[in-house]
């Protein structure tokens, strides 16, 4: 169940994007609210990524679906459910965008997207643009 999305257009080129996805460390420039951010392993399909977001303990996620220079999903298990955190690099026609989405599955999943719409929205706004800007930004 999608709980949200949001694309946002770059003159960035995919690979300038996927370095700042692949730079766990670092998230926090991009992600509101994380203290910090490590992995344990190479950005790969079943890698975990271990977060400390402000006021809340530190968490796991597993890397899914990771397909270089195009796509990732960083899954976060919750009781009854699993969220996902998809992030993409769309290619159409001439337009490159950077697309973020938050899904939600399992037996909490409506309660979850209820709670949650609000606030994913907003971060997913504020991450698109923060990655738009480091990326366009970057000196090469």
Do not use: C
């Amino acid at each position: 169940m999608l709980i949200n999305e949001f694309s946002l257009e770059t003159k960035a080129s995919e690979v300038k994007i996927w370095q700042i996805f692949t730079d766990v460390e670092n998230w926090k420039e991009w992600i509101d609210g994380i203290e910090h951010s490590t992995i344990n392993g190479n950005f790969e399909n079943g890698t975990l990524v271990t977060i400390k977001n402000i006021k809340k303990p530190e968490s796991s996620s597993l890397l899914k679906d990771v397909v270089v220079n195009k796509s990732f999903i960083l899954q976060a298990k919750m009781p009854l459910s699993k969220v996902d955190f998809i992030h993409e690099i769309v290619k159409d026609s001439d337009v490159l965008k950077v697309r973020f989405a938050v899904e939600v599955s399992g037996i909490l999943a409506f309660f979850i997207k209820t709670i949650f719409k609000k606030s994913v929205a907003k971060n997913l706004l504020y991450s698109a643009k923060k990655v738009v800007e480091l990326a366009e930004n970057e000196k090469n």
